[in-house]
């Protein structure tokens, strides 16, 4: 029926809308999705647009708060103050609100756009999320650590899992560290990560990493091992018996 039709149009441009809002290069782009969320009032949209609260360009944030006002379903006042704080890059005091600030730093972690400011941003919002722990931001960093092209935010993402350590986190960094072997810095960020976990993937990874190229690689894996809250005894030994003379120097110190 044409009632049916118009339904799927609609939903169809609804969907296009909350996808530009969340995934558009362009922030000009970003800030007209909101503005169209509001002028239709869609009761749907306040989810995307809560988040977009995140977005490190003013011009979205401002968008999508006036969208919220026109469908009558303001942010409340945890989201607001962590919009602020993100717009400000305060970013310990979006840490302080907690859950209510994992939506919008989820949007800001994926912002698509691959210039220096917004890397950085991305990278604010990963250390924001691993210091919450909320689960809920876990399948995105993972998808950063698996996907992620650009080192800073891999790294950065890696380290986030790390105060989020289950096994499933554990496995995970040790995957990426066997396909690392290019990148020293990465590598770098999952021995400090995955010193926070626990478990086989924890301790295989480690007493890898007290072989690696990098001395400090090595020298991250040792302390990493002797600052465990359950201590990696059988890695220890291995760090005892390295070739290396720091790696044995730093675990027989630890």
Known sequence: SSAEAVNLVYAA???ALLAQLARAARFELRAAAATALGRIREQAARPALIAALGDSWGEVRRASLEALQALGQP???????ASTAIGQEQWTAVV??????VPLCLHALGDPADDARTLHWRSRAAWALGEIGDPAARPALLDLLAREPHGAVRQAAA?????MADDEVGEALLATFGKAS?????????????GLCEGTAARTLLARATSDPSAEVRDAAARAMSQSANPLVDGLIDALNNTDPGVRQKAADE
């Not at 302080?96 to 600030?101: C, D, E, K, L, S």
């Not at 290019?182 to 995955?194: C, F, K, P």
């Open 159 to 163: 380290r986030a899992l790390g105060r």
């Open 75 to 81: 942010p409340s006042e945890e989201e607001r103050r």
């Open 96 to 101: 302080a609100v907690g859950g209510p600030a």
């Open 182 to 194: 290019g990148d020293e810095q990465l590598r770098l960020a999952l021995v400090e990560a995955v």
């Open 13 to 15: 441009s609804l969907e």
